[in-house]
């Protein structure tokens, strides 16, 4: 059964830090490419980051450049998502998704809140 539960998210000031993990499990996870998403209320679910299979690879969006850092370690199953300077417009849920090109898998999401 493939599972990817995500943890970490909560309530923070602006400027503060969260760091987002996401466990999996049910498959060959460092086969897959692995990214973070995120929706605010009443948006479009869009990309922040995603890491290649090996984890050599990063990419980000424009919006959170240099503030968020993806990485992964495939010895226990799990990508992360550092981010620092938070701003009001980065709360949204937050979701996991494990990619290759036969599968796609989400997680459930984890709530981001940045007020004061």
């Known amino acids: 059964q493939v599972q990817l539960v995500e943890s970490g998210g909560g309530l923070v000031q602006p400027g503060g830090s969260l760091r987002l993990s996401c466990a999996a499990s049910?498959?060959?996870?460092?086969?897959?490419?692995m990214s973070w998403y995120r929706q605010a209320p009443g948006k479009e679910r869009e990309l922040v980051a995603y890491i290649s299979s090996a984890g050599g690879s990063r990419n980000y969006a424009n919006s959170v450049k240099d503030r968020f850092t993806i990485s992964r370690d495939n010895a226990k199953n799990t990508v992360y998502l550092q981010m620092n300077s938070l701003k009001p417009e980065d709360t949204a849920v937050y979701y996991c998704?494990?990619?290759?090109?036969?599968?796609?898998?989400w997680g459930q999401g984890t709530q981001v809140t940045v007020s004061s």
């Open positions: 049910g498959f060959t996870f460092n086969m897959y490419v």
């Open positions: 998704n494990a990619q290759s090109p036969k599968y796609a898998y």
